[in-house]
């Protein structure tokens, strides 16, 4: 991997005599936080006690003066973007002091290289996915300070995310960049999934003409600190982003510290981009990121590699961190005096500032107007932030889901009097055929996951059968609709969810798999901090549409601890998140259907043992068949007791009625069918139609999915109730491999037999 030789060491340290020099010069930008915390307002008085100057910034090597490499506007334009970044840090300390603010984190030491950034790409044409960090990146893309101050007390005219996530949590649909959350490193994977839309879109003819918001020569840019390159998704992105030669611009802004742990102890060596040199097709640079014109050039070349389309770019700057983590840290209990004047010493703002003057591209008294100016700006953009409103309560539960695109409404309801045709499918059958009819109808559908493909080396394909998923419910997708929009990923279940939230965004239709349900865990951070979220964190700025397909349950032999699990309620309780849970072939193609057109992310849970079950068998429905979220379906009529049930139990709860039957018992059946939203006037009608009520499913006992419904049917319709709510579920404990026992932890026939007779005689 070629790495840049020809860095400029513009960082010299000065002899004792250049720093007497230098601290007569009038220094209006406070460096460490103790001092900042004594400010009363902005502006500062004019005649500040004097401080020791850090190292000026060297001429460049080569005699490659500045004023031939980018234009003096230029220069005092970055900085005074530098210095309005470090102004608006400083204010917001103050306001946090003043408690008119409710939590501070800076981007204070990291100014350069952002500002760099900002000036070699694109708002709106290039897509942006920052860090916290990152406030001297947003404002020279065109955030201004008043939307950044708006974030910071918390207004609902905030257009980061509308009073609803911290400051510094950026977020602008205009300038491309996309709403940021706190766990770190998620980004990194959306950040690959927003290059590889473009990737995609570039392959697939019927996109290019359809989509116009893609540019051949786009970048994604995408941030990170030090601490977050020990993150599993940091590696995972990187991966994706070499391997498929994507034009990502990771920027590793290393201040050296995570919080309190220094680099060397969360990297072995302390140097990340000594252990990534070997990444194919990266193009490796390193820079003093507190150098701005050493950090634009290098940025220049890291973007001109990724516009060219020769693959991921990776900027390794030194920064520094003059403040504290965050006002919530104080840094001087891990950080001895030695170590933070050195900071100091470096401070970009101060550095450029007296460059600028040394080089004679402007005088004392013109940088003097410019700070002034800033500071102004800064203070009238305070005032008008805080007298703006923070959001209505009322709104709180605004934007969980689409409020455009309602899955449970009639429009999605095509099932009544449908027409079927053709031999019966399976489950299987069916979920195949609603993928191909769907994806002929929208291009923006790509399907991916673990083994979904025919087969990877599309050369084969004619050699070999095909693959087409473990459980072949993506059999000769591939083959129909091509490797561009059906594709095998890495075993990596956080690259998928957080590379299809990254295609979402850009207004792809990723459908994915978890091969297993027993391995959704390494993708949870994903489902629950940003799929489901993402919406509501950005006040309906931003979505992510995307359906994850999960095989899920027991019931097969020899599925054992890891391939049987049914812990659906980790997952229902997620705002924001769709959970669906089809127990036959056609509600399994209508279901999927409206999961796909809806606006909203979509848990898909599909029974392994129900897949190929000749019960629950249908012909084909027409492509337009739909059945809609939170609809319940009775599937046995009943007079003196209902069973509330989905996915497997669904059939045990119909062989227990008929064998009740003979005992004269009378049971109604109920088919959830959608665990979130559940259908609560079909549970009603039931309870008050029989009066005594059984829950039965797959989940454990304890916390189960049925303890909800259990609890609200006691709270709601207790007048209704002849007999406590009862409950038949799996045991409090794992599904193990030998059958015998098995068959004891989970809910059989006989459990839910039991549970009628004895609810029956109550």
Not at 78 to 104: P, V, W
Not at 169 to 196: C, D, F, M, R, Y
Not at 450 to 475: H, I, M, Q, Y
Not at 549 to 562: D, E, I, M, S, T
Request: aromatic letters at 8%; proline letters at 6%; one cysteine or more.
């Amino acid at each position: 991997m070629k790495t840049d030789t020809k860095v400029l060491k513009l960082v010299k340290r000065p002899s004792a005599a250049e720093r007497s020099a230098e601290a007569a010069r009038t220094d209006d930008v406070e460096s460490s936080k103790a001092q900042v915390d004594r400010l009363q307002e902005i502006p500062q008085p004019t005649t500040p006690r004097p401080k020791p100057r850090p190292a000026p910034l060297a001429k460049p090597a080569m005699q490659m003066q500045a004023q031939s490499q980018v234009e003096t506007k230029l220069l005092l334009e970055m900085y005074r973007t530098m210095y309005l970044s470090r102004r608006m840090d400083d204010k917001e300390i103050q306001l946090k002091g003043q408690n008119k603010i409710f939590f501070q984190i800076s981007g204070a030491g990291h100014e350069a290289v952002l500002v760099a950034a900002g000036v070699v790409l694109k708002p709106g044409y290039d897509w942006f996915y920052p860090y916290y960090r990152d406030r001297a990146l947003c404002l020279q893309l065109g955030m201004t300070p008043y939307e950044q101050l708006l974030a910071a007390v918390g207004a609902e005219e905030d257009p980061n995310s509308h009073g609803r996530q911290m400051p510094s949590h950026w977020g602008n649909k205009k300038l491309n960049i996309v709403s940021q959350s706190s766990p770190t490193g998620t980004q990194l994977l959306q950040a690959v999934g927003s290059a590889e839309a473009s990737y995609r879109v570039n392959l697939i003819r019927e996109l290019k003409q359809r989509i116009k918001s893609f540019h051949d020569d786009e970048v994604t840019y995408v941030s990170l600190g030090d601490g977050t390159s020990s993150e599993g998704e940091f590696w995972e992105a990187l991966n994706t982003a070499c391997n498929l030669k994507l034009p990502v611009l990771f920027l590793l802004e290393d201040n050296g510290y995570a919080i309190s742990v220094p680099v060397e102890v969360q990297t072995a060596g302390g140097d990340v981009s000594k252990l990534i040199e070997n990444f194919p097709n990266l193009y490796l640079q390193r820079c003093d990121g507190t150098d701005p014109i050493e950090s634009l050039q290098t940025m220049r070349r890291a973007a001109a590699y990724c516009r060219n389309r020769k693959g991921p770019a990776f900027v390794h700057a030194k920064v520094i961190r003059p403040y504290s983590h965050s006002l919530s840290d104080d840094e001087r209990l891990y950080r001895p005096d030695e170590e933070r004047v050195g900071d100091a010493e470096r401070d970009p703002v101060k550095r450029f500032g007296a460059y600028l003057i040394d080089e004679g591209l402007i005088g004392q008294a013109e940088l003097q107007q410019i700070k002034d100016e800033v500071d102004r700006e800064v203070l009238e953009a305070a005032d008008r932030a805080l007298s703006k409103p923070q959001p209505a309560p009322a709104t709180a539960t605004d934007y969980v889901f689409s409020p455009d695109v309602d899955p449970t409404s009639k429009e999605f309801d095509t099932e009544a009097g449908a027409e079927l045709s053709g031999n019966a499918g399976t489950m299987v059958d069916l979920i195949n055929r609603c993928l191909q009819t769907e994806m002929a109808r929208d291009p923006r559908i790509v399907v991916f996951g673990e083994d979904v493909a025919d087969c990877s080396r599309e050369e084969n394909l004619g050699k070999v059968k095909g693959k087409g998923g473990v459980f072949k419910v993506t059999a000769n997708l591939q083959r129909k609709f091509g490797g561009a929009r059906v594709f095998n990923s890495p075993l990596a279940e956080a690259n998928i969810v957080g590379r299809a939230i990254g295609m979402a965004t850009r207004g792809l239709k990723p459908v994915v798999e978890i091969q297993f349900f027993d391995y959704i865990w390494p993708a949870m951070h994903q489902i629950r901090n940003e799929l489901a979220l993402l919406r509501w964190r950005s006040g309906n700025e931003w979505k992510a549409p995307v359906v994850i397909r999960v095989p899920v349950g027991g019931y097969l032999k020899g599925g054992a601890v890891y391939h049987s699990q049914s812990g659906v309620s980790t997952f229902t309780q997620i705002p924001g998140l769709r959970v669906i849970y089809p127990s036959n072939a056609l509600d399994a193609n209508g279901l999927l259907r409206t999961a796909i057109r809806c606006d909203d992310p979509v848990l898909f849970l599909e029974h392994k043992h129900l897949y190929r079950q000749a019960y629950n068998k249908s012909q084909y429905p027409p492509d337009d068949f739909m059945v809609p979220f939170g609809k319940a379906k009775v599937v046995r009529e009943g007079t003196d007791l209902s069973i509330i049930t989905y996915g497997a139990l669904v059939q045990r709860s119909m062989v227990a009625a008929r064998q009740a039957e003979q005992e004269s018992i009378s049971v109604e059946i109920i088919d959830l069918r959608s665990l979130a939203p559940y259908d609560w006037n079909g549970i009603a009608a039931t309870v008050k139609k029989t009066n005594r009520v059984i829950v039965a499913h797959e989940d454990s006992l304890s916390f189960g999915y049925g303890a909800e419904i259990a609890a609200r049917i006691s709270a709601d319709l207790f007048e209704y109730l002849d007999a406590p709510v009862r409950r038949v579920c799996a045991l409090d404990t794992f599904v193990a491999y030998a059958p015998q026992l098995e068959d004891v932890i989970l809910p059989q026939v006989a459990d839910v037999a039991k549970a009628i007779a004895e609810l029956h005689s109550y």
